[in-house]
């Protein structure tokens, strides 16, 4: 790592320098048309919004699916033909009773039959003004009489009802209308029908089951696709059967009431599709409108310059955009902080390599001009000392630089805090002298230590915590180390009967670069990043770390005391 004139380290400075770079150049790039589409969302009106279509096309379609079901009315449209089959069956009932009892004459051969001129004379006084057609076939099959034939001094004149008018140029409804009738699923397939020059009762299947004493009823369509509703009847007297009576009439009532269905449920699917697109678009509205916010105001904060732009706050709406602008506000004040120990870093690295750097120069400087040979030994060892704590601080600015990828990368697995503080003070008594700390282990039996971590990690900062003790203690002082569950948690105490902490200084020792040496230790024995680094590895595993001072019964500090909590398994 270099350093600048300025005292900034100059493999950081090309990175911050760059993305500020980036940051200045892009509204000139913006102006000039150059910009990056990967980079830069593109800006769409509310119709062009996939989202804004998406709800409009799946909202429409839900309407539409069941209305296009609705305008098939079969059900309905079969219970009407229903209904006019059943009033034409009991108004031919009444008209065979009348015919019995009054157009029926004996024959020489004892038999009796229908009178023609009597039974068409009935026809006329009965079905006046009614839209029914009759026909009565004799026996035989013959037709003897048909309502919508009449006798005159002419001879038979034949009776056909007009066409409906036609209708003139259809409205934009009455065309949208008919467009909808197109898509109606499910058309009737009714038999065509047709008359002969001759009719016989062989030409009609409803009189032929008449003849045989049953009154069926038959739904049939000319040409023009209209209904033609009919039924037939025997004519009986003394339940013998003389004759049919056939009565048809067109379903132009039944084509009515459907289409009137139809068209109630058209006028209530258009004022549904008009709310439905309303709706389609307030919904939309309040979904991409404000996450096309949040777009813009990240772009800004990405290229902007400082930081007056800041993302829209959202979170009272209480749903899923409002947690995504809670949450890109959240990572937008953790770059920004990040931003801030990046720089806050670089600063107290440079100052830090500043200082042995300036006296390694000096000192370099005055050994070329020193003769006195112990002047010169001196100076080298100076020159030594500042090598050393160099490359100390460089190795832990390097650890501290690499720790958070580390941690994010590495996999957790189960670590036993209590075998591993033991190895520790194992290691320590080996190779204490006479005059070194003695420690006090207490832990208790058959009691599971076990966190979720990296053994390498961990490890490392219960070696700094114990050193720090050693460092700390007196001669012959006790190291008091600790560890036990309490409920979820694992917490580790380690104790030294050192001079204890500044006070207003049990936060700032964990801050970087921050050392309070012992009476009579070494300049630059320690690089001030132990219990940062410490601090930072146990946050990453969930936990807790903090600084206290042990007291006597009259208040005095009698030592310092490290507690570290860490969520068990």
Same mark, same amino acid.
């Given at each position: 790592?270099?350093?600048?004139?300025?005292?900034?380290?100059?493999?950081?400075?090309?990175?911050?320098?760059?993305?500020?770079?980036?940051?200045?150049?892009?509204?000139?790039?913006?102006?000039?048309?150059?910009?990056?589409?990967?980079?830069?969302?593109?800006?769409?009106?509310?119709?062009?919004?996939?989202?804004?279509?998406?709800?409009?096309?799946?909202?429409?379609l839900?309407?539409?699916?069941?209305?296009?079901?609705?305008?098939?009315?079969?059900?309905?449209?079969?219970?009407?033909?229903?209904?006019?089959?059943?009033?034409?069956?009991?108004?031919?009932?009444?008209?065979?009773?009348?015919?019995?009892?009054?157009?029926?004459?004996?024959?020489?051969?004892?038999?009796?039959?229908?009178?023609?001129?009597?039974?068409?004379?009935?026809?006329r006084?009965?079905?006046?003004?009614?839209?029914?057609?009759?026909?009565?076939?004799?026996?035989?099959?013959?037709?003897?009489?048909?309502?919508?034939?009449?006798?005159?001094?002419?001879?038979?004149?034949?009776?056909?009802?007009?066409p409906?008018?036609?209708?003139?140029?259809?409205?934009?409804?009455?065309?949208?209308?008919?467009?909808?009738?197109?898509?109606?699923?499910?058309?009737?397939?009714?038999?065509?029908?047709q008359?002969?020059?001759?009719?016989?009762?062989?030409?009609?299947?409803?009189?032929?089951?008449?003849?045989?004493?049953?009154?069926?009823?038959?739904?049939?369509?000319?040409?023009?696709?209209?209904?033609?509703?009919?039924?037939?009847?025997?004519?009986?007297?003394?339940?013998?059967?003389?004759?049919?009576?056939?009565?048809?009439?067109?379903?132009?009532?039944?084509?009515?009431?459907?289409?009137?269905?139809?068209?109630?449920?058209?006028?209530?699917?258009?004022?549904?599709?008009?709310?439905?697109v309303?709706?389609?678009?307030?919904?939309?509205?309040?979904?991409a409108?404000?996450?096309r916010?949040?777009?813009?105001?990240?772009?800004?904060?990405?290229?902007?310059?400082?930081?007056?732009?800041?993302?829209? &706050?959202?979170? #009272?709406?209480?749903?899923? +955009?409002? /947690?995504? *602008?809670? !949450?890109? @506000?959240?990572?937008? %004040?953790?770059?920004?902080?990040?931003?801030?120990?990046?720089?806050?870093?670089?600063?107290?690295v440079?100052?830090?390599?500043?200082?042995?750097?300036?006296?390694?120069?000096?000192?370099?400087?005055?050994?070329?001009?020193?003769?006195?040979?112990?002047?010169?030994?001196?100076?080298?060892?100076?020159?030594?000392? &500042?090598?050393? #704590?160099?490359?100390?601080? +460089?190795? /832990?600015? *390097?650890d !501290?630089? @690499?720790?958070?990828? %580390?941690?994010?990368?590495a996999?957790?697995?189960?670590?036993?805090?209590?075998?591993?503080?033991r190895?520790?003070?194992?290691?320590?008594?080996?190779?204490?002298?006479?005059?070194?700390?003695?420690?006090?282990?207490e832990?208790?039996?058959?009691?599971?230590?076990?966190v979720?971590?990296?053994?390498?990690?961990?490890?490392?900062?219960?070696?700094?915590?114990?050193?720090?003790?050693?460092?700390?203690?007196?001669?012959?002082?006790?190291?008091?180390?600790?560890?036990?569950?309490?409920?979820?948690?694992?917490?580790?105490?380690?104790c030294d009967?050192?001079?204890?902490?500044?006070?207003?200084?049990?936060?700032?020792?964990?801050?970087?670069?921050?050392?309070?040496?012992?009476?009579?230790?070494?300049?630059?024995?320690?690089?001030?990043?132990?219990?940062?680094?410490?601090?930072?590895?146990?946050?990453a595993?969930?936990?807790?770390?903090?600084?206290?001072?042990?007291?006597?019964?009259?208040?005095?500090?009698?030592?310092?005391?490290?507690?570290?909590?860490?969520?068990?398994?």
């Open positions: 790592m270099t350093v600048g004139s300025e005292g900034k380290p100059g493999a950081l400075g090309p990175l911050l320098g760059g993305a500020r770079r980036e940051a200045a150049q892009r509204p000139r790039r913006l102006a000039e048309g150059r910009t990056d589409e990967a980079a830069v969302p593109r800006r769409r009106r509310r119709w062009r919004s996939p989202l804004t279509r998406r709800i409009l096309t799946i909202n429409v839900v309407l539409l699916i069941p209305v296009l079901g609705l305008l098939h009315l079969d059900q309905y449209r079969q219970s009407l033909i229903a209904a006019e089959l059943d009033a034409l069956r009991i108004q031919g009932r009444a008209f065979s009773l009348s015919l019995g009892s009054t157009a029926v004459v004996a024959t020489q051969v004892g038999d009796e039959e229908l009178l023609p001129e009597v039974t068409r004379n009935l026809m006084v009965l079905l006046v003004d009614t839209g029914v057609r009759a026909r009565i076939f004799a026996r035989s099959g013959e037709l003897l009489a048909d309502s919508f034939v009449l006798g005159g001094p002419g001879g038979q004149v034949q009776v056909q009802a007009l409906p008018a036609e209708k003139g140029g259809l409205s934009l409804l009455g065309q949208l209308y008919e467009m909808a009738l197109k898509w109606v699923p499910g058309k009737d397939d009714f038999p065509l029908y008359e002969a020059r001759v009719q016989k009762a062989a030409h009609y299947a409803e009189v032929a089951g008449a003849l045989a004493g049953d009154s069926p009823g038959m739904v049939r369509a000319d040409r023009q696709g209209r209904l033609v509703l009919s039924i037939a009847v025997p004519v009986q007297r003394y339940r013998q059967v003389l004759g049919a009576l056939m009565l048809s009439k067109d379903g132009a009532d039944v084509d009515a009431a459907v289409d009137d269905r139809r068209r109630d449920i058209l006028i209530v699917c258009g004022v549904a599709f008009a709310v439905t309303l709706l389609s678009f307030y919904l939309a509205g309040t979904i409108r404000p996450i916010r949040l777009a813009q105001a990240a772009d800004l904060v990405r290229y902007g310059k400082g930081r007056q732009f800041e993302i829209p &706050d959202f979170r #009272r709406r209480g749903d899923e +955009i409002g /947690d995504l *602008s809670s !949450a890109l @506000r959240s990572m937008t %004040e953790a770059l920004w902080n990040r931003m801030d120990a990046i720089e806050a870093f670089a600063a107290d440079a100052h830090e390599i500043k200082n042995p750097l300036t006296s390694l120069r000096s000192a370099v400087e005055t050994v070329a001009r020193v003769e006195d040979p112990e002047q010169q030994r001196r100076l080298v060892s100076i020159i030594l000392d &500042d090598v050393h #704590r160099l490359d100390r601080l +460089i190795s /832990d600015i *390097s !501290a630089s @690499r720790l958070d990828a %580390e941690l994010s990368r996999e957790t697995e189960p670590v036993d805090v209590g075998e591993m503080l190895a520790i003070v194992s290691l320590h008594e080996a190779v204490e002298s006479q005059e070194a700390p003695r420690f006090a282990l832990l208790l039996e058959h009691q599971d230590l076990q979720p971590g990296l053994e390498g990690r961990l490890g490392q900062v219960f070696r700094n915590l114990i050193a720090n003790a050693v460092t700390f203690s007196p001669p012959r002082g006790r190291i008091r180390l600790s560890a036990q569950r309490q409920g979820g948690d694992i917490k580790v105490s380690i009967d050192g001079p204890g902490i500044p006070d207003g200084k049990l936060e700032a020792v964990f801050e970087r670069f921050y050392s309070e040496r012992p009476a009579g230790e070494k300049f630059g024995t320690h690089s001030g990043l132990g219990l940062s680094i410490s601090k930072q590895i146990i946050e595993h969930g936990g807790t770390i903090r600084a206290e001072n042990r007291r006597d019964p009259d208040g005095g500090v009698i030592g310092a005391c490290f507690v570290v909590t860490l969520p068990g398994e």
